[in-house]
């Protein structure tokens, strides 16, 4: 059984960084691929990165380009995304999602399995 669990959201001021974290367990992830969604108060769950682990290729919303990074530590299992320059609208929770496939996908219903989220809050 898969199980994501994330860490490392927090409270920050604008122009602030938090990294999170997402460790994984259950399976093998070479033949998967990963992602990060967030979903603000009222707000449809949205696509912010994803990684393919066995290739490393990442891909970003054009939200977040430039801002925050996408990364997976293989002997640890664990996939980070590392954000820089937060802003206000960043404010949401974030989710760690995983996918039965190499390939890159942004929507989620591309993905089978997923963290209980945590809180990321940017004040201004």
């Known amino acids: 059984q898969v199980q994501l669990v994330e860490s490392g959201g927090g409270l920050v001021q604008a122009g602030g960084s938090l990294r999170l974290s997402c460790a994984a367990s259950g399976r093998t992830f070479s033949g998967y691929s990963m992602g990060w969604f967030r979903q603000a108060p009222g707000k449809e769950r949205e696509f912010v990165a994803v990684?393919?682990?066995?290739?490393?290729?990442?891909y970003s919303a054009d939200s977040v380009k430039g801002r925050f990074t996408i990364s997976r530590d293989n002997a640890k299992n664990t996939v980070y995304l590392q954000m820089n320059s937060l802003k206000p609208e960043d404010t949401a929770v974030y989710y760690c999602?995983?996918?039965?496939?190499?390939?890159?996908?942004?929507?989620?219903?591309?993905?089978?399995?997923w963290g209980q989220g945590t809180q990321v809050t940017v004040s201004s």
């Open positions: 999602a995983a996918r039965r496939s190499a390939s890159i996908a942004t929507t989620k219903e591309a993905y089978g399995y």
């Open positions: 990684i393919s682990w066995s290739s490393g290729r990442t």
